[in-house]
C-alpha cells in the first residue's frame, strides 16, 4: 500500500457516495417535512378562498376541527416511530425510507380528493394515515447516517441533514402559499411535493445503499475509509446486535436526552403548526403575505443552521474542544434563547409587527442549533442503535406535536386576542428553561456500555481473530492505531 494510498484511505475522498446518502437524506427530510407543514397555510387556504383564489372551493371547518386537522399527521406519527427504529437498526434504513417516501407522496395527491368525498373527516383520517408513514422517517434517517458517516464528520454531515427540516419547513409555507394563490389553487400545495416524492424514490432506488458494503457505486478508498473510522466509533456493520431494552429504557443519559428533546419538540411544533395562524389572527394579511412572513423565520433557521456546522466544525477540529462542551453550549443557546424570546414576544404590542417578527425569527434561528446540541447525541450514545433511541424520543416528540394544538386550540379561542397566546408561550418558555436543565446536568456525550449485546461480545471472544485485508496487510509499518483520528 503506497503512502498515497494510505492517505486517501485516512481521509476520504472529498466527494464521494458518502456525500450522496447525506444528500438523499437531506432531500427526503425536505419533502417529508413540506408536507407534514404544508396543512398550516393550505387550511387558511381552503376555508377561506377570497384569501387565496376563489376559483377553488372553500370548506368550513370549526376551530376544533382545524386543530385536530393540523395535528392529525402527529397522532399516526406516535404508532410507528420505535418500531421503524428497530426495524432500520436491524435490516437496514433503504427499503423503509423507500416506503415511507411514496406512501406519503401519494397520500399528498390523494388529500384534495378526500376532503371533497368526506369532508373534513376523511381529511382527518387520510392524514393520520400519512402521518403513520411519517414516523418512521427520522429513526430511518439517523440509522442510515450512522451506517455511512465516520464520527468525525458527524457534526457536518449530520448538520446537513436536518437542515432537511428547515428547508422542508420554508417549502411547506411558503410554496403552498405561492401555490394556494396561483392559478392552480389550493390542491396543488398538496400535489406538487408529492410528484416529487416519486421522483425521489425513483432515484434512491438506484443510488441507495444500506451500507457502504452494499454499495454498488462507492470506491474501495472510500469503503475502507468509512469502514475503519466506524470501527473506532464501535458500529457493528454484520448482523446487528439483540437489542437491550431493559438498558436503554433505564439509562440515565437517554431519559434526559429524550425529556430534552420533548420540551424542544413543545416549542418547534407549537411554531410550526401555529405561525400561521398567530399572523392571521393578530395582523390579518392575505393568505400570500401571511405564507412569506411565515416561512421568512425559517429561512432565517436554514442560514443559521449552516453557521451552527461551520462553527461545530471550527471548534472541534482548530480549537480542539471537547463533544459535551460543545453539545451543552450550543444546546443551551439554541434552548434557551428561543424561551427568551417567547416571553418578549408574549409582551409586544399588536402594532409593532417589526418587533413580533424579530422575536420569531430570534427563536426559531436558534432553534436549528439544537441539530448539534441535542439531537446527534442520539448517535453519541449508540451508534448501533441511534435509529431505535430516535425513535424512542421522536414518539415523545410527536406526542408534543398531538397535544400541542389541542391545548392551544382550547386556549385560543380568539385568534386576534394576544393574552391568549401569550399564556402559550410563557408556558412554552418554562418548559424549555426545564429540559434544558436536566440536559446540562445529566447529559452525556459517550458511547454507552450496552451499545454492544454481551453475546455478540461472547461470539467475538470465541472467535478467531479476522485476518487483515489485502490493501492493508502490505504496508508492515501501518496499523490500524494510524487511524484513530478518523
Not at 401555529?274 to 389572527?281: A, D, E, K, V, W
Request: hydrophobic residues 45%; charged residues 10%.
Amino acid at each position: 500500500m503506497t503512502i498515497k494510498s494510505f492517505n486517501l484511505v485516512a481521509k476520504g475522498p472529498k466527494w464521494g457516495v458518502r456525500h450522496l446518502q447525506v444528500l438523499f437524506l437531506f432531500l427526503c427530510a425536505t419533502l417529508v417535512v413540506a408536507q407534514r407543514f404544508n396543512m398550516s397555510v393550505a387550511i387558511v387556504a381552503f376555508t377561506n378562498a377570497n384569501s387565496s383564489n376563489p376559483n377553488y372551493p372553500e370548506y368550513r371547518l370549526t376551530e376544533p376541527q382545524k386543530s385536530y386537522t393540523i395535528s392529525s399527521p402527529f397522532w399516526g406519527s406516535c404508532c410507528t416511530q420505535m418500531m421503524s427504529g428497530y426495524l432500520s437498526s436491524r435490516f437496514g434504513a433503504k427499503l423503509l425510507l423507500l416506503t415511507i417516501m411514496l406512501l406519503t407522496a401519494l397520500l399528498s395527491i390523494a388529500t384534495p380528493f378526500a376532503l371533497a368525498w368526506g369532508g373534513w373527516q376523511m381529511l382527518f383520517w387520510v392524514r393520520f394515515v400519512q402521518g403513520i408513514a411519517m414516523g418512521g422517517m427520522w429513526p430511518c434517517l439517523y440509522t442510515h447516517l450512522a451506517k455511512w458517516c465516520p464520527k468525525k464528520e458527524a457534526n457536518r454531515m449530520g448538520g446537513v441533514m436536518t437542515t432537511g427540516l428547515d428547508c422542508g419547513t420554508i417549502m411547506g409555507f411558503a410554496l403552498s402559499g405561492v401555490l394556494s394563490a396561483s392559478p392552480l389553487g389550493w390542491p396543488s400545495a398538496f400535489y406538487v411535493p408529492g410528484y416529487l416524492g416519486i421522483v425521489w424514490c425513483l432515484i434512491f432506488l438506484r443510488y441507495g445503499a444500506n451500507s457502504p458494503s452494499e454499495s454498488k457505486f462507492i470506491s474501495l478508498a472510500e469503503r475502507k475509509h468509512i469502514e475503519l473510522a466506524l470501527e473506532q466509533n464501535q458500529v457493528i456493520s454484520g448482523a446487528a446486535p439483540p437489542v437491550p431494552w431493559l438498558q436503554i429504557l433505564t439509562s440515565r443519559p437517554f431519559i434526559v436526552l429524550a425529556f430534552c428533546k420533548m420540551s424542544q419538540a413543545c416549542s418547534f411544533f407549537t411554531l410550526m403548526q401555529q405561525i400561521p395562524r398567530y399572523i392571521h389572527g393578530i395582523f390579518h394579511y392575505s393568505i400570500a403575505m401571511n405564507a412569506l412572513l411565515s416561512a421568512l423565520p425559517f429561512v432565517v433557521m436554514l442560514m443559521s443552521s449552516y453557521g451552527f456546522i461551520f462553527l461545530a466544525e471550527y471548534l472541534t477540529r482548530r480549537r480542539d474542544i471537547s463533544l459535551p462542551i460543545l453539545r451543552k453550549t450550543i444546546n443551551t443557546f439554541a434552548t434557551w434563547t428561543p424561551a427568551v424570546a417567547l416571553v418578549i414576544l408574549s409582551y409586544v404590542s399588536d402594532q409593532n409587527v417589526v418587533g413580533s417578527m424579530f422575536c420569531l425569527i430570534a427563536a426559531t434561528a436558534a432553534i436549528s442549533g439544537q441539530a448539534i446540541g441535542s439531537s446527534l447525541n442520539h448517535v453519541d450514545l449508540s451508534p448501533n442503535f441511534a435509529g431505535l433511541l430516535f425513535g424512542i424520543s421522536n414518539t415523545l416528540m410527536s406526542t408534543a406535536g398531538v397535544i400541542s394544538p389541542i391545548v392551544i386550540g382550547l386556549t385560543v379561542t380568539d385568534e386576534s386576542d394576544r393574552s391568549q397566546w401569550r399564556t402559550v408561550f410563557l408556558g412554552i418558555s418554562v418548559i424549555l428553561f426545564l429540559g434544558n436543565l436536566m440536559y446540562l446536568i445529566f447529559g452525556q456525550m459517550a458511547v454507552q456500555s450496552w451499545n454492544d449485546s454481551p453475546s455478540k461480545e461472547t461470539e467475538t471472544e470465541a472467535s478467531p481473530k479476522p485476518q487483515r485485508a489485502p490493501a492493508l496487510a502490505a504496508e508492515e509499518t501501518i496499523s490500524v492505531e494510524r487511524f484513530n483520528y478518523l
